[in-house]
Nanobody
Framework: QVQLVESGGGLVQAGGSLRLSCAAS????????MGWFRQALGKEREFVAT???????YYADSVKGRFTISRDNAKNTVYLQMNSLKPEDTAIYYC???????????????WGQGTQVTVSS
């Protein structure tokens, strides 16, 4: 069974940077799309970024130009580099594995446990 384990969350001041990692177990990592989603307190989980098996990337408008998703298939790991962080980026960040690099949660069937990101003003 594929497991996804996120790391790299923490507390950072506004304008700072964090890099999240998501390590996947299993042998088919390179053939799957990987996505990042986030859920702020009291809000629904929302799409952040996704990367296809071929490396194409897509971002939510709210993070475009500030966040970068990447993957290292040799390490079975997907990353989310977050720069110019804002207080509104505060949320639990989840990685997910799926069949299509889309913004809809229905495209993803494996989810990590999440990592907290807190941005102070």
């Amino acid at each position: 069974q594929v497991q996804l384990v996120e790391s790299g969350g923490g507390l950072v001041q506004a304008g700072g940077s964090l890099r999240l990692s998501c390590a996947a177990s299993g042998r088919s990592f390179s053939t799957h799309a990987m996505g990042w989603f986030r859920q702020a307190l009291g809000k629904e989980r929302e799409f952040v970024a996704t990367i296809s098996a071929s490396g194409s990337t897509y971002y939510a408008d709210s993070v475009k130009g500030r966040f970068t998703i990447s993957r290292d298939n040799a390490k079975n790991t997907v990353y989310l580099q977050m720069n110019s962080l804002k207080p509104e980026d505060t949320a639990i960040y989840y990685c997910a594995e799926g069949s299509i690099a889309g913004s809809g949660q229905q495209h993803y069937n494996r989810w990590g446990q999440g990592t907290q990101v807190t941005v102070s003003s």
